[in-house]
């Protein structure tokens, strides 16, 4: 099924919700983040949305796990990537998220808050059960467009996944367009037989997959 893409919308001037996937190995004991590959994967999105004012949606960890904390060193390591400022939020859709989306100037990006913190970003839902979530609602009225560019969360049926997409007009990232196109390729296109090389450190989600 065809994905829609960045160059089928006019972002320039528009509020756009991007949704990342940053999730990235820390260290718990000095909270530092210690490999920055996902960041770089997404700068192309982001400075393709140069002409928007861009709230950066994503997370990191899951709760239970040592290593689920707050966002500011990812605006941190980000703004070091993209050689820009980038504004933390320690909030997802109260007063404090949407005073500061207003506050912003074309150009500009903000991070806000781990949005596991929400407990409704860690159900299980379908996309007609996730749209009608406090958390999707609200956050489809603080932007004007969903970028979603979070490949690597792709398969997780949770709200800001499954359900803002259904909430707000949608369209895919460049990280996401690449993968989407790649592996329709080797799917749809590639002379068999095919061999898949499975890596990466979710020995259950491989699994899954095999």
């Not at 560019?149 to 895919?172: I, K």
């Amino acid at each position: 099924m065809p994905i829609g893409t960045l160059d089928q919308i006019q972002s320039a001037g528009k509020t756009v919700l991007l949704r990342l996937d940053l999730n990235s190995p820390i260290d718990p004991a000095t909270n530092l983040i210690l490999d920055d590959k996902r960041f770089r994967e997404h700068i192309p999105t982001i400075l393709a949305l140069e002409k928007s004012r861009v709230v950066v949606v994503t997370h990191q960890s899951r709760p239970g796990k040592k290593d689920f904390t707050t966002l500011e060193a990812h605006a941190e390591k980000l703004a070091q990537l993209i050689q820009r400022p980038v504004t933390y939020v320690d909030d997802i859709f109260g007063h404090c998220a949407r005073d500061a989306i207003r506050a912003m100037r074309i150009g500009d990006v903000l991070m806000l808050e781990n949005v596991r913190f929400s407990a409704e970003e860690n159900l299980k839902l379908k996309p007609e059960d996730a749209v009608k979530t406090h958390l999707v609602r609200k956050l489809a009225q603080m932007g004007d467009l969903f970028v979603n560019d979070a490949f690597g969360t792709a398969h997780r049926s949770q709200p800001t996944m499954v359900g803002l997409p259904l909430a707000m007009r949608s369209v895919a990232g460049l990280l996401m367009e690449k993968e989407v196109t790649t592996l329709s390729r080797v799917f749809d296109d590639a002379p068999g037989p095919v061999f898949m090389v499975l890596g990466g450190t979710k020995v259950d989600d491989s699994m899954d997959v095999a």
